[in-house]
């Protein structure tokens, strides 16, 4: 199948060379895990983009110094290489009105994690702390937060977030589960403007841990801007019923909903927001963003961020239409589109792109990861993909070693989806958990699960003798994070299935029907990738994109509801699972208040070696190279650092101190 092993072999002894060279390289600063205040490195005085200067003089904008927060609070976020330049446009690319790519840079984070991926750094808060046996939360915000808008921002933000967002009987926002144990919500109370506190009803050690990083402390998810949504909002506004009517929204939650996303889906361009940039203007082949005159961070020459004036997304139809473009140097930056197989012709193609190619890291534990759909709405399809002998077929039909050479040129780790390696509870063992090529071993199980009478064409039939046909739906390549090899996988996978007998339909949809299709259970299998860093749901039921035992969840959160008071709307009932998975799911809830670290890590190890024996995540391969594209004329991004959806792509290295000299 393979042209050479001979150039895979150069390929890596290339890969390994340049990682050398980059270890002296520029990296990411060990201060940015621990950010001074301006106070503490001295700075008084402060400046801005020219390009608010007229705003100021012109009396629509107050002087820089007065749009910060206070000296004691306001982050000094010390460049990469130096400090940069005011000005310019940064031009990136996206597949899709929906990708990504701008919601990891424009969305607003309460924490980060750091370059480790293994503490939680708190970026629009100042700090956290857990008292009271780790029943109480206390957040402080830094004094002086503005919204783009010009607004304060304070702990009402928060406050109109988990009380007429997450926890409003209409709204009922689906983010409030992350944080209700055993079915019971915390208590959020603002103590001040700047101090909130959440009380848990009993011990939540892992609060930070499972809840407070990647995605779940960004805008819309955390916080939202209460002086403007609540215009929107039926409990302040009685009138905006008949508004969202009139708007073509089918009711005003709706509405609601549409005004207050930001990021990928953000359609909105009067949404204030605490990103480093704001929605200027979109249309059906770009968004631009402009600088938010109000963002809460000075450079170490106390310059406020960004140092970029204008962000420009171009929406592609394909990621190869979007490949060519990065490749002529039409954009500043790319990564999420591109293949490690295809790294020596972005190599190659330097000169004449302008730009430079960097081997970023990517930490996934499953770049593409197979989730058969155990709710199916069809009974015949559920039998079948409920056995847990027919996912471990499935399993070892897969030959990872040649996906691999063949998609990622052996810049992976063939091994089965698991916990992240090196973790205490991490058992070696769980790395070759049904990943062998074994086609025989798969014929075997599958004709001890009643899959051995075969149709004209040779293909498995079920008991109801229908044939069995896999539709193998699959995102857009490069419309998800790490996926940019996707349809390669996908035909690879497909003629593994085949050769032992079961018929695979593949299909490629947009990113947005992918979503649609998976949400609503109606999928034959998961394909998205698995990141795993401190999150104990990567493998969940309900998981993001992979969607394998959804009715599963919606049971667990029904009975959450039933049995604490019915308080509410009441949720869709879904299916009871076995009592296996009911095990499954009361050890999650019970972890989160787990006595000791000790006992954490056991029920840890008990947790993962549940989901390695049903195999219901079937990985590919782990800890691929993550190709990187930075246009010559782009500085202060880092030549090192780990890439996927877990670091917020891009967001990780900081983008708000990135400056060209375009």
Same mark, same amino acid.
């Given at each position: 199948m393979?042209?050479?092993?001979?150039? !895979?072999?150069?390929?890596?002894?290339?890969?390994?060379?340049?990682?050398?060279?980059?270890?002296?390289?520029?990296?990411?600063?060990?201060?940015?895990?621990?950010?001074?205040?301006?106070?503490?490195?001295?700075?008084?005085?402060?400046?801005?983009?020219?390009?608010?200067?007229?705003?100021?003089e012109n009396g629509e904008l107050p002087p820089v110094e007065e749009r910060l927060p206070v000296p004691e609070d306001l982050q000094v976020l010390e460049p990469v290489e130096e400090v940069g330049q005011y000005g310019g446009k940064v031009v990136s690319t996206a597949i899709g009105p929906s990708t990504e790519s701008d919601g990891t840079v424009m969305r607003p984070w309460m924490f980060q994690l750091d370059k480790s991926m293994a503490n939680a750094v708190p970026d629009i808060a100042k700090s956290f702390e857990l008292t009271n046996e780790a029943k109480t939360l206390t957040i402080k915000l830094r004094e002086g937060l503005k919204w783009s808008d010009g607004h304060p921002f304070t702990t009402e933000d928060i406050i109109f977030w988990w009380e007429d967002v997450a926890m409003h009987e209409e709204v009922n926002h689906w983010t409030q589960w992350n944080w209700k144990? %055993?079915?019971?919500?915390?208590?959020?109370?603002?103590?001040? %403007?700047?101090?909130?506190?959440?009380?848990?009803?009993?011990?939540?050690?892992?609060?930070? %841990?499972?809840?407070?990083?990647?995605?779940?402390?960004?805008?819309?998810?955390?916080?939202?801007?209460?002086?403007?949504?609540?215009?929107?909002?039926?409990?302040?506004?009685?009138e905006v019923k008949e508004i969202a009517e009139e708007e073509g929204f089918g009711n005003w939650v709706q509405y609601f909903t549409n005004k207050m996303e930001v990021g990928p889906v953000q359609t909105n361009t009067e949404l204030p927001t605490m990103g480093a940039w704001v929605l200027e203007d979109i249309n059906s082949s770009r968004k631009r963003f402009v600088r938010n005159p109000y963002y809460y961070k000075v450079d170490s020459e106390g310059n406020q961020l960004p140092y970029v004036d204008e962000w420009e997304i171009t929406i592609k139809s394909d990621a190869e239409v979007a490949?060519?473009?990065?490749?002529?140097?039409?954009?500043?930056?790319?990564?999420?589109?591109?293949?490690?197989?295809?790294?020596?012709?972005?190599?190659?193609?330097?000169?004449?792109?302008?730009?430079?190619?960097?081997?970023?890291?990517?930490? !996934?534990?499953?770049?593409?990861?197979?989730t058969?759909?155990?709710?199916?709405?069809?009974?015949?399809?559920?039998?079948?993909?409920?056995?847990?002998?027919?996912?471990?077929?499935?399993?070892? #039909?897969?030959?990872?070693? *040649?996906?691999?050479?063949?998609?990622?040129?052996?810049l992976a780790e063939p091994a089965q989806a698991t916990a992240k390696p090196g973790a205490s509870y991490f058992k070696e063992e769980w790395l070759d958990h049904y990943a062998q090529y074994d086609t025989e071993l798969a014929k075997k199980l599958l004709n001890e699960i009643g899959l051995d009478e075969k149709d004209g064409e040779g293909f498995r039939v079920l008991p109801n003798g229908e044939t069995l046909i896999i539709d193998l739906e699959i995102p857009a390549p490069g419309s998800v994070g790490g996926t940019a090899q996707l349809g390669q996988v996908a035909e690879l996978v497909k003629a593994y299935w085949e050769d032992v007998g079961v018929k695979?339909?593949?299909?490629?949809?947009?990113?947005?029907?992918?979503?649609?299709?998976?949400?609503?259970?109606?999928?034959?299998?998961?394909?998205?990738?698995?990141?795993?860093?401190? %999150?104990?749901?990567?493998?969940?039921?309900?998981?993001?994109?992979?969607?394998?035992?959804?009715?599963?969840?919606?049971?667990?959160?029904?009975?959450?509801?039933?049995?604490?008071?019915? *308080?509410?709307?009441?949720?869709?009932?879904?299916?009871?699972?076995?009592?296996? #998975?009911? *095990?499954?799911?009361?050890?999650?809830?019970e972890y989160s208040s787990a006595p000791s670290q000790e006992a954490m890590n056991k029920m840890l190890g008990d947790i993962w070696q549940y989901y390695m024996d049903q195999t219901y995540v079937i990985g590919t391969v782990a800890r691929p190279m993550a190709p990187a594209i930075v246009a010559d004329t782009l500085h202060n991004v880092p030549e090192t650092a780990p890439y996927s959806n877990a670091t917020g792509a891009w967001q990780i290295t900081k983008p708000e101190q990135w400056f060209t000299t375009k």
């Open positions: 393979f042209k050479s092993k001979k150039f !895979v072999f150069s390929l890596v002894v290339m890969i390994i060379a340049l990682m050398t060279v980059a270890a002296g390289a520029a990296e990411i600063p060990e201060s940015w895990s621990e950010p001074e205040t301006a106070a503490e490195a001295g700075i008084t005085e402060f400046n801005q983009s020219p390009m608010l200067d007229q705003r100021v144990m %055993d079915g019971v919500a915390p208590e959020f109370t603002a103590v001040d %403007d700047y101090t909130l506190r959440i009380e848990f009803p009993r011990s939540n050690p892992t609060i930070v %841990d499972t809840t407070l990083t990647w995605w779940r402390s960004q805008q819309s998810f955390f916080f939202s801007p209460k002086h403007y949504l609540k215009q929107f909002h039926a409990d302040y506004n009685p490949k060519v473009d990065a490749l002529q140097g039409n954009v500043d930056f790319a990564a999420r589109i591109l293949s490690p197989s295809e790294f020596p012709m972005y190599k190659q193609n330097e000169e004449v792109g302008n730009y430079t190619t960097y081997a970023y890291s990517n930490p !996934v534990q499953a770049q593409i990861g197979l058969f759909n155990v709710n199916h709405p069809e009974e015949a399809k559920r039998e079948v993909y409920s056995n847990k002998k027919f996912r471990q077929a499935m399993s070892v #039909a897969l030959n990872r070693n *040649e996906i691999n050479e063949f998609a990622y040129r052996g695979v339909n593949l299909k490629t949809l947009s990113r947005e029907l992918y979503q649609q299709r998976a949400d609503a259970g109606d999928h034959d299998i998961g394909v998205w990738p698995v990141n795993v860093t401190r %999150d104990i749901n990567a493998f969940g039921f309900d998981s993001d994109g992979t969607r394998y035992a959804t009715q599963w969840a919606q049971w667990d959160t029904w009975r959450m509801w039933d049995e604490t008071g019915r *308080e509410g709307e009441e949720p869709p009932k879904g299916m009871e699972p076995p009592e296996h #998975a009911k *095990e499954q799911l009361r050890r999650i809830h």
